[in-house]
């Protein structure tokens, strides 16, 4: 994954909640979990390219 997807990034998050927690769109998602299973990707840098916490791509 050499460039980053933008219409992914912009659906990413689909609101907030009242305790500043952010929520997240399942099939956007879905999609970083398959980028995270490509061979020779790291999830750290995964999360780093869509501006998430990488324990959110780990767990």
Known sequence: MSEINTELVSRLVTGRKRDGRRTYDAEAKA???????????????IAMQFGINANLVRT
């Open 31 to 45: 999609e970083i979990m398959r980028a995270c299973m490509q061979p020779g990707v790291s999830a750290a840098w």
